[in-house]
């Protein structure tokens, strides 16, 4: 990651503090919560779709094309690649059935 550690640190950080943020937002609104309200599973549809699209874009821009066009598995044996093309989609379908899940 360019930047370094002074990079990392404020990534770091600013998750630190936005996450629990993120959480007492969701707690206060708890109450208030209605999972049959058709604008709350519309909204929840969306912000999941969004969520996947993430996934698939990260797995496939990041994992799949750096790594095998430009990165140590370009020139990898078949064996290495089918490995770690298999790895890519078996963590693509856990991370999907985690998302389902939770």
Not at 56 to 81: C, N, Q, R
């Amino acid at each position: 990651m360019p930047g370094g550690f002074v990079r990392k640190l404020i990534l770091g950080l600013a998750f630190a503090i936005t996450t629990p943020i993120g959480m007492a937002i969701g707690v206060g609104t708890l109450s208030n919560f209605n999972g049959n309200d058709p604008s709350t599973i519309i909204a929840i549809g969306t912000l999941n779709a969004f969520s996947a699209g993430i996934l698939l874009w990260i797995s496939i821009s990041e994992m799949w094309f750096k790594d095998w066009f430009y990165g140590p598995l370009a020139h990898a044996s078949a064996f290495v690649t089918a490995v770690g093309f298999f790895g890519l989609l078996s963590g693509l379908v856990l991370m999907s059935l985690l998302g389902k899940w939770a």
